[in-house]
């Protein structure tokens, strides 16, 4: 089997899940490539050789420049804060390479549009992470919707909430950085948005809503505190290009939510909804049943939906999220050698930052944007 | 005990549900006053005659002016469509007696504002059937937040949805007429308004969005159709007095949604949460739990907690739709005798029914309204 | 239409319920009886009194005899500790009048079978409070199972928990002298028999456990213990005349469970399942579903299911524990009125009670007993 | 890092998810041993040399007693059927190589013992794969119970149930040969039984019922039947040694339960519930609350809990059945380097398969029995 290199820049929490899934696909799926942990870069060349040791990295840089160069590593994989995935990525296009990039693509929808373009004239294949889109749960919600089980789509009403920041004293990170762009819209609100966008299509028009709940933070290990100039909360309403309405939200206050990425879609017949505080699991409502017999299915995950049986034959046993991330690595090697294109890529990617900045633009400007105005 | 003539108007849904909670209520709680079912007025003499005998009431009458003149009418209860709050309210108002009347008060603000006036002005007794309120669960809600159990109130995300439009073929009704004033936003909607503003105080901006998803809608037992002409969806923004924000929505045509009252409010220091689908729990997270002990806890409604235990002295048990309504008829009759004033009142349904309009002069003229617009 | 004098003997949680339920049914259901709270007697003169009057009784008595024997009493009512159940239901038997009798019918079986065997006898008709059967939801399961929905019956799984006797300082109660009978098998136990033998058939055998887990309780007010005789658990293994198997438990010290009258049915084509806590729902599974649809539907009780429009005409709106008690009282006046057999009679309620104490039995001798041996 | 050459038996759903852990578990742990894929073995070379390919291991064999044999080979992982565990086991044992073996650990307790002794007189270290004990959740149980969280034990209710043989039409397999030992009793059953006794302790004595609910199965792809000759429900009531009392079921034919691997654990002072269809969430009451404040609390599997944070830092992003195996390779791989000691061992495994005996003798013989008659 043909061999990848993988050269991973960055190795934090998405470093080591990237590096899970890349160990661990083999052994779920028949893979047309094999990734081979070539090259780590970090901040410094201490931290990447430390790192290297522990994920399984051959070799290690403190430059990533020196990553991108090198001759053995096929892919560029970045899981740095969002500010490099510019400079990184468009050297690595440059240098004739597919990218791996987290989300969200760039700190704004300039940027990343750079990105796209940077990509589409060399035609370089790209890959975002908005691993949530392979969960089976989410994949069976859009199979729901495109066959017409729950007819026409009407409305959705989507979240992504999680409680990280609740407590105002929770130190201030590169996440609250306005340079890094915006804050929870853009962290956990693109999740949502790359789930509407990929079961209810393009967002037309909008109008947001973003709160910054606590207005200073400690830096860490300081008695200083520092002011807060991102978003804590975001809202938004929004219409569709095919007519339907709906909301969107995004929270990292919200004090008891760990993983509440959760969305309704309600159609002409039916209604479809998970939570990923549950993601194996979809509950399903659809019109016509007998009389006295209507009512939500829950339905668990299984080897009937997309990509389970590959881990576990038995349904109800449940996928983990590094399993998720383990479906994204199998559907990008695929991509990469020949297979179907995979989705989200830059241009996906940057659409889904065009509706963040849009809710941004709203929100300041106190009126309903059309997306296409970013 | 001092008897209490009731003059009811109206014998639908409502009117049996307030039937049966003036019958049921002194059989639960010690009362300062006996209601007497003294006259039931509807649409004409025969069906009024009718209902009165199935209901049990003494007299009845096709002329709903004849039940407000009478003497032996003590209260006027209204439960008619919408349009004729306001007449019958007027008229009970000048003839002196105190007027029980379902939601929503008015068609539109304007119209409410007028009952207000005409109510304060005369010194009279006035209240309004937002039944969920008077939920033991709802009314824990609030007590939580007001304790500061949660902290100081970050967000509120709400929505009633039910699904008895789904079906394009539910044939036209009275709610769908223009004339009796908007669509969900205002029949379900009102609710939702209603414990957002009991909970976390008074709305003071917001931006609208309203959708009327089915267009027309056969007549009923005809073959012709009518073009519809309020709202089937409606979703807002909101910016509350107090700092908070939130998001509002209302369907009926949300396919399996049968009772979903449904709203979390969220502090710096927790969460609570209520869905009336299953309106004897309510969830709280509260910060603080010890490390791996922290989650949402489920609460059953109890005798700890208000007017249950006059229903039911152990906890489990549930209280029903209609055990909601007799604690409200024990409330207002508390409040006749002299007890705490009756909440809500005329001015308070007057603005709930200023952020109903709101949301629609908001999603007409696309843009942010200040409620006080209204 | 006709009167029924109703004597209702007890006033504690049971008779307040009587007494509501009585009250409600004729504004919920059309009735061919109309009931009349005609006398009220408790443990003495003076209880009585001041309990009728809360109760809206025109008469009270210290002294039940004399409620049986007053010619205005035409359905004795009999709410009293189950010691007493015997005597009374004798007096009103010999005396030609119908008797209404809570669970369980008496502390054993064999004072069961005089009371069953008297009423045959005399062609009385009588109606033990087994409420939980007319819960809506648990017609619908048996109507699920009846109509082969799930197919055969291969396993019962019930349970009934509860935990008001948890604490080991709660202090003694007539619940506890074994006088009176058992335990939470006949207390809490008779009730999931009660559902068992409603959907599944008679019990043929069984193997039971009973276990007292503490051994001793304050007297009321008092620094004195008394000795608890009775049990705090019980569970069984039971096989049905159907053949189907399946298990039994009840618990009054089950931390956290507060109305836990829960049964999962399983057949060769589904499962049915039916929780106390939430019993406005149901959840039925049927084979046969699309590949990858297959799942737990939630069904909400609703107007297409018995007796609930009675109570609401609209789905999702929920019935409480009192509406389920005044079903009970419309099934016993139509049966009075020569409508179709109230069931579970003194028979049926007999039949029960063997099921306890052959639990007892059972437990006692460490064997398996066959029902008929009690 | 020293290498531990791993020889697996036996490559179907078991074989796969061992490779699976073995391959994660570097990337997740920091390990004292790194897992080398050395040989598998399987029912023929041409099996065995296709599926080793496929999971990566560098040689293969048809025969296991090679795999024993092979010098390269240092632990024997044992994932063929029940019948083979034994003389794969004892030939691992005399050859001086520690053994990993999937549960149950032999078709009966005799066959368990003789294991036991073996690997007790060489010194052999062994462990069995109840992989759900390394569920994090469970083990929160467990250190909810140890702590004295929720008082004294006082009752158990486990139950572990599916549906993959509830249709009648479902083939007949090596589970149902009696010779492999018992049926669902023996294959879900030693999980529920491996819960209780790592929980709340040693099972004293207990009454079971077993049951064949489809007396034949037709043999797969024949038109012939065969007589089914195990159990395909299994339930007892059971007593520990600890004085607490409890029940355990088993069942394959349980219509739409796909992973209900269910226990609720209730002490002097709480409950503490799981259920494997939702791994990731434990529910906690405990006593004390305030008033109107009770209530069970839905705790996340998070970083505060045993071994997740390996996984991911974020609360509620929820691991998966496959990272459960990769917490049971670690703990193995750790104890092999000289770690703590690995349980449960072949001691611990003898010790469930005994309790899965008694129910098989309780329920033949219809009485009572102690599980040291086993």
């Not at 070539?38 to 522990?54: F, P, S, T």
């Not at 975002?128 to 199979?143: C, H, I, S, T």
């Not at 949502?192 to 200073?216: D, F, H, M, N, W």
């Given at each position: 089997m043909k061999r990848l290199g993988i050269g991973l820049v960055g190795s934090g929490f998405m470093g080591r899940s990237h590096a899970h899934a890349f160990r661990a696909a083999p052994g779920v799926f028949e893979l047309p490539l094999m990734p081979v942990f070539e090259m780590l870069a970090d901040v410094n060349a201490e931290v990447a050789a430390k790192n290297a040791a522990a994920l399984g990295f051959a070799r290690s840089t403190g430059d990533w420049k020196a990553l991108v160069a090198d001759p053995a590593v096929d892919l560029v994989d970045i899981t740095t804060p969002n500010t490099l995935h510019l400079p990184i990525a468009l050297a690595a296009i440059e240098a004739g390479k597919p990218v791996y990039c987290e989300k969200p693509l760039a700190p704004n929808a300039l940027d990343a549009k750079r990105m796209v373009?940077?990509?589409?004239?060399?035609?370089i294949k790209t890959a975002v992470g908005f691993n949530y889109l392979k969960n089976p749960m989410v994949a069976l919600a859009r199979e729901i919707v495109a066959s017409g089980e729950i007819g026409e789509v009407v409305s959705f009403r989507g979240?992504?909430?999680?409680?990280?920041?609740?407590?105002?004293?929770?130190?201030?990170?590169?996440?609250?950085?306005?340079?890094?762009?915006?804050?929870?819209?853009?962290?956990?609100?693109?999740?949502?948005?790359?789930?509407?966008?990929?079961?209810?299509?393009?967002?037309?028009?909008?109008?947001?809503?973003?709160?910054?709940?606590t207005k200073e933070r400690p830096l860490p290990g300081s008695a200083e505190t520092r002011k807060?100039?991102?978003?804590?909360?975001?809202?938004?309403?929004?219409?569709?290009?095919?007519?339907?309405t709906g909301s969107l939200e995004a929270s990292w206050v919200k004090a008891g939510r760990k993983m509440t990425?959760?969305?309704?879609?309600?159609?002409?017949?039916?209604?479809?909804?998970?939570?990923?505080?549950?993601?194996?699991?979809?509950?399903?409502?659809?019109?016509?049943?007998?009389?006295?017999?209507?009512?939500?299915?829950?339905?668990?995950?299984?080897?009937?939906?997309?990509?389970?049986?590959?881990?576990?034959?038995?349904?109800?046993?449940?996928?983990?999220?590094?399993?998720?991330?383990?479906?994204?690595?199998?559907?990008?090697?695929?991509?990469?050698?020949?297979?179907?294109?995979?989705?989200?890529?830059?241009?996906?990617?940057?659409?889904?930052?065009?509706?963040?900045?849009a809710i941004v633009v709203s929100a300041n400007e106190k009126r309903w944007v059309e997306v296409t105005e970013i």
């Amino acid at each position: 089997m043909k061999r990848l290199g993988i050269g991973l820049v960055g190795s934090g929490f998405m470093g080591r899940s990237h590096a899970h899934a890349f160990r661990a696909a083999p052994g779920v799926f028949e893979l047309p490539l094999m990734p081979v942990f070539e090259m780590l870069a970090d901040v410094n060349a201490e931290v990447a050789a430390k790192n290297a040791a522990a994920l399984g990295f051959a070799r290690s840089t403190g430059d990533w420049k020196a990553l991108v160069a090198d001759p053995a590593v096929d892919l560029v994989d970045i899981t740095t804060p969002n500010t490099l995935h510019l400079p990184i990525a468009l050297a690595a296009i440059e240098a004739g390479k597919p990218v791996y990039c987290e989300k969200p693509l760039a700190p704004n929808a300039l940027d990343a549009k750079r990105m796209v373009d940077a990509a589409e004239r060399k035609g370089i294949k790209t890959a975002v992470g908005f691993n949530y889109l392979k969960n089976p749960m989410v994949a069976l919600a859009r199979e729901i919707v495109a066959s017409g089980e729950i007819g026409e789509v009407v409305s959705f009403r989507g979240i992504h909430a999680e409680d990280y920041m609740t407590d105002p004293k929770a130190p201030w990170t590169w996440r609250l950085d306005k340079a890094g762009g915006h804050g929870v819209v853009a962290d956990l609100g693109s999740h949502i948005i790359s789930i509407a966008r990929a079961i209810v299509g393009p967002i037309e028009s909008l109008v947001g809503q973003i709160e910054t709940v606590t207005k200073e933070r400690p830096l860490p290990g300081s008695a200083e505190t520092r002011k807060v100039e991102v978003d804590d909360e975001a809202r938004a309403l929004v219409r569709f290009a095919s007519g339907a309405t709906g909301s969107l939200e995004a929270s990292w206050v919200k004090a008891g939510r760990k993983m509440t990425l959760a969305f309704e879609i309600t159609g002409s017949k039916g209604t479809v909804e998970v939570d990923h505080e549950r993601f194996n699991e979809l509950r399903l409502y659809t019109v016509g049943a007998a009389r006295g017999r209507e009512g939500f299915k829950t339905i668990l995950a299984g080897p009937d939906h997309q990509f389970y049986k590959e881990f576990c034959p038995a349904p109800g046993h449940q996928l983990g999220f590094n399993d998720i991330k383990t479906i994204e690595v199998m559907a990008l090697l695929k991509s990469l050698a020949g297979g179907p294109k995979f989705m989200p890529d830059f241009r996906e990617a940057w659409e889904i930052q065009r509706v963040v900045d849009a809710i941004v633009v709203s929100a300041n400007e106190k009126r309903w944007v059309e997306v296409t105005e970013i």
